[in-house]
């Protein structure tokens, strides 16, 4: 049979647990006060912080400095147009931290997105972007397929001095670019090596002069290429 003084001793821990539990929840509720603040750092180069503040707001609203789930916030503020990383921390006593790093536009996408290095489209909203941007458009999925040949066409193009201006993946897998904005090149489906050799070849030894007249460049032929010039039918270009 216990004695009076364990007795005492087991009702003296019980009552100190009772205590420092309810001492916790005091402090947890002292601490866990509502959001007052949030700051936002980063490079941004397209958005503004105010516009980011203003997206940012909803998904902070009636919640509380310590019972915020941080990893879904992250999610959730990912998800906003131009954002392509976030980072959020807590800092005392009743702010958070959004640390933002903003998409880079490398190119349009299928006339109303855009398009990020890694070939993964998203929203424009009412962000000004830089004007000289080539246009791109494919089917969904295959950004990174058409930022690959571009590049292949811009390094392949460099001694020519021009410019691709306009990239497109047809839905059964054509291809076609502009050039300068002025003239069409239908590059077809496969043998891209060979038919733009020689299309380079033409260019440089018989077309070069005549840019202005070309309506378009047609590559897909087994011997040379065709031309179609502006008030004229199609005219074969023989290779030599």
Same mark, same amino acid.
């Given at each position: 049979m216990a004695s009076a003084g364990s007795r005492g ?6 009552? !100190?647990? *009772?205590? @420092?539990?309810?001492?916790? /929840? ?10 007052? &603040? $949030? +700051? ?25 400095? !310590?019972? *915020?789930? @941080?990893?879904?916030?992250? /999610? ?10 976030? &980072? $959020? +921390? ?8 959004f640390e933002l790093y903003e998409q880079e536009p ?48 811009k390094r392949r193009f460099a001694p020519l001095k ?79």
């Amino acid at each position: 049979m216990a004695s009076a003084g364990s007795r005492g001793k087991t009702l003296g821990l019980l009552l !100190l647990i *009772v205590l @420092l539990g309810a001492g916790g /929840r005091a402090l947890w509720l002292w601490l866990d006060r509502p959001i007052e &603040r $949030v +700051s936002i750092s980063g490079d941004l180069s397209y958005v503004s912080a105010n516009y980011l503040r203003e997206q940012l707001a909803p998904l902070v609203q009636g919640q509380s400095w !310590l019972s *915020v789930n @941080l990893a879904e916030l992250r /999610r959730r503020a990912r998800e906003i147009d131009w954002l392509s990383e976030v &980072r $959020v +921390s807590r800092h005392w006593p009743d702010a958070l931290m959004f640390e933002l790093y903003e998409q880079e536009p490398v190119a349009r996408w299928n006339d109303e997105l855009l398009i990020n290095s890694r070939g993964v489209p998203f929203q424009r909203g009412d962000v000004t972007v830089p004007d000289d941007l080539p246009d791109l458009a494919g089917p969904i999925g295959s950004g990174a397929e058409v930022l690959a040949l571009l590049d292949q066409l811009k390094r392949r193009f460099a001694p020519l001095k021009f410019e691709v201006t306009q990239l497109r993946l047809e839905d059964r897998g054509a291809w076609r670019f502009q050039v300068d904005d002025n003239i069409w090149v239908m590059l077809g489906r496969n043998q891209h090596d060979s038919r733009l050799a020689r299309f380079m070849a033409a260019w440089k030894r018989q077309l070069v002069s005549k840019a202005s007249q070309i309506r378009y460049i047609d590559l897909r032929y087994p011997n040379g290429i065709v031309v179609a010039w502006h008030g004229e039918t199609e005219v074969e270009v023989p290779q030599r």
